[in-house]
Every structure is written in structure tokens, then in C-alpha cells.
């Protein structure tokens, strides 16, 4: 039998990348809980407990460096997973990324393949 795919907590302010990656991530069999702004992820959480966090970096109010650096700060929460999903892809972009938390770095346009690749591996990463 297929393992039990974990929640995913999508944090994205854009409501078409947010229905592609539901779409994605549901065909895969995970089950999505979903965020638009930092402080909605962090009210999700109080909740919740995803087994990875897909994250824009890009967001309304609190954005997504600083919502890295604070669950990553945090005991409950420092151990999910965090993958960057961005349209920030200038030279020192994924760096940036990497420094503030983030387990990972996906560029958009979103590759369906390449996001479920690292989100797994990323997932087995955290066993």
C-alpha cells in the first residue's frame, strides 16, 4: 500500500499558482492546506502540522523571507521542511533563499515533475 501522503501547506497570494500547485500536489495524493499571507500560514500552524511548507517569498505584509526565518526560529515548527517557490530567480536569488530557512529553491514558472521531486525528497530528508 502507498504510504499516507502528509499535509502540505501551500503559502501563496496568488490565487492561479495556488490552484496549479493544489492540482499538482492533490494528483499526487497530498492532502493541501492553504495560506495568502504570512500571518495566515502562522495562524494555520498554531493548528496544523504539515509535513512540508511550500512558500512564496514574494507575499503580502510579512513576506516570505521573514515567515523562513521566524518557523525556522521556532521549536514547533523549525523541523518542516521548507521549499521556496519563487519567481525571484536573479543571480544571489537562491542564496538569499537558502540563508533565510528554506530547504530548498523552485523557481516559477512551476515544473509539476520538478516540484514533486523535491518535495519528496525533501520529505525523506526529514524522516
Not at 31 to 39: H, L, N, P
Amino acid at each position: 500500500a502507498a504510504p499516507m501522503k502528509c499535509i502540505i501547506l501551500v503559502v501563496e497570494d496568488n490565487p492561479v499558482n495556488m490552484r496549479l500547485v493544489r492540482l499538482i500536489l492533490r494528483t499526487q495524493g497530498y492532502t493541501v492546506c492553504e495560506a495568502a499571507t504570512g500571518q495566515e500560514a502562522l495562524n494555520l500552524l498554531e493548528t496544523e502540522r504539515p509535513g512540508l511548507i511550500l512558500l512564496d517569498m514574494q507575499l503580502p505584509g510579512m513576506d516570505g523571507f521573514t515567515l523562513a526565518a521566524r518557523l525556522k526560529g521556532d521549536s514547533r515548527t523549525s523541523a518542516i521542511p521548507l521549499v521556496a517557490v519563487t519567481a525571484l530567480a536573479m543571480k544571489g536569488d537562491a542564496e538569499r533563499v537558502l540563508a533565510a530557512g528554506c530547504d530548498a529553491y523552485l523557481p516559477k514558472p512551476i515544473d509539476a515533475k520538478e516540484l514533486i521531486e523535491v518535495i519528496e525528497k525533501c520529505l525523506a530528508q526529514a524522516l
